[in-house]
């Protein structure tokens, strides 16, 4: 994840995910909530967020799925 104010951070120290680990069976879906904190910007505002997911792949490791970029602009 990257926001406007130049912050960059990942999963594995500073996102906090509830309900949205494991795997997801063909044509499955999962739903949670995604959570993370935002250092203060010293006095500049966060215009937006960026995410970066994934390749989703098969057991075999064959790409299914290219990797999506999500923009939330505030």
Request: proline share 3%.
């Amino acid at each position: 994840m990257e926001s406007s104010t130049g912050e960059k951070f990942d999963w594995e120290k500073e996102i906090y995910l509830e309900n949205l680990h494991g795997e997801i069976e063909g044509n499955g879906t999962k739903q949670g909530n995604l959570g993370f904190i935002l250092k203060e910007p010293n006095g500049e505002d966060v215009q937006w967020v960026k995410m970066i997911t994934s390749d989703v792949v098969d057991p075999n490791k064959k790409i299914i799925s290219k990797a999506k970029e999500i923009r939330l602009e505030f």
